[in-house]
């Protein structure tokens, strides 16, 4: 008999979502990495805000289901290290692990690639090998929820390189969506626009395609795929900085 494949409809529920928000607005152990810009014009800090607004306002998620470890920081004013941030994590999913079913993880910043695996760059991080590794990351999410659906928004360099893992690390979650700023050999970029509102261009474009915002969009019969936010992000103006 012939194998009868049987397409599922699912249904999202903000109040089953939720979101870990990683990154940071500068690295000051990390001379190589630019970290001079202000507060009011921080790409990286201006990227994660749109980010938070849009899972909180646009798609009405409550507040309670989002981890907010963007530039965090312990009791003592010291940005947390690796295996901090990986604790914290756990422990929000696991209190959440019996009634959510979607998982977004987002980071904004610098991808490294130690012993050429990904790793997410940390302020409290003086090089890559204290990075936050994305296969403990992986390792974590399919310890505590197996079953949810994981979707990773990466806006940093070589944040493709996460594709490699479901083969290397099968132990992590069962399902899993990559949105990633660029392959896993090449760089991201930055947007440096006039009035100083700097953003990271692939945030940038993945929201005005959620939006509506995208050109693309507007075409009759509407389409929408993964097309319409690699445009935007493959073809970067002109003498942006990387990041």
């Given at each position: 008999?012939?194998?009868?494949?049987?397409?599922?409809?699912?249904?999202?529920?903000?109040?089953?979502?939720?979101?870990?928000?990683?990154?940071?607005?500068?690295?000051?152990?990390?001379?190589?990495?630019?970290?001079?810009?202000?507060?009011d014009?921080?790409?990286?800090?201006?990227?994660?805000?749109e980010?938070?607004?849009?899972?909180?306002?646009?798609?009405?998620?409550p507040?309670?289901?989002?981890?907010?470890?963007?530039?965090?920081?312990?009791?003592?004013?010291?940005?947390?290290?690796?295996?901090?941030?990986?604790?914290?994590?756990?422990?929000?999913?696991?209190?959440?692990?019996?009634?959510?079913?979607?998982?977004f993880i987002?980071?904004?910043?610098h991808?490294?690639?130690?012993d050429?695996?990904?790793?997410?760059?940390?302020?409290?991080?003086?090089?890559?090998?204290?990075?936050?590794?994305?296969?403990?990351?992986?390792?974590?999410?399919?310890?505590?929820?197996?079953?949810?659906?994981?979707?990773?928004?990466?806006?940093?360099?070589?944040?493709?390189?996460?594709?490699?893992?479901?083969?290397?690390?099968?132990?992590?979650?069962?399902?899993?969506?990559?949105?990633?700023?660029?392959?896993?050999?090449?760089?991201?970029?930055?947007?440096?626009?006039?009035?100083?509102?700097?953003?990271?261009?692939?945030?940038?474009?993945?929201?005005?395609?959620?939006?509506?915002?995208?050109?693309?969009?507007?075409?009759?019969?509407?389409?929408?795929?993964?097309?319409?936010?690699?445009?935007?992000?493959?073809?970067?103006?002109?003498?942006?900085?990387?990041?």
């Amino acid at each position: 008999l012939p194998k009868i494949s049987i397409m599922t409809t699912i249904t999202f529920d903000p109040e089953k979502a939720l979101v870990i928000l990683l990154g940071a607005s500068a690295w000051p152990c990390r001379p190589n990495f630019r970290h001079e810009y202000g507060d009011d014009n921080n790409p990286f800090k201006r990227s994660v805000g749109e980010m938070r607004a849009y899972f909180l306002k646009h798609l009405m998620m409550p507040e309670s289901n989002l981890k907010d470890l963007f530039d965090a920081k312990d009791k003592a004013n010291s940005f947390l290290k690796a295996d901090s941030l990986l604790e914290d994590i756990e422990t929000f999913l696991d209190q959440h692990r019996q009634t959510h079913s979607d998982v977004f993880i987002y980071y904004v910043g610098h991808g490294t690639l130690p012993d050429n695996e990904l790793s997410l760059a940390i302020p409290a991080s003086k090089d890559e090998d204290a990075d936050l590794s994305v296969k403990k990351l992986w390792r974590r999410l399919g310890k505590t929820i197996p079953q949810a659906r994981c979707y990773f928004l990466l806006d940093a360099c070589y944040s493709g390189k996460i594709t490699e893992l479901p083969a290397k690390a099968p132990t992590g979650p069962k399902s899993a969506l990559f949105f990633c700023s660029s392959p896993p050999e090449k760089q991201s970029f930055v947007r440096e626009n006039a009035d100083k509102k700097n953003v990271t261009v692939f945030t940038e474009a993945l929201l005005k395609t959620l939006r509506g915002e995208n050109p693309e969009l507007q075409r009759s019969p509407p389409k929408f795929s993964f097309r319409d936010i690699e445009l935007p992000v493959t073809t970067p103006p002109a003498q942006v900085p990387r990041i």
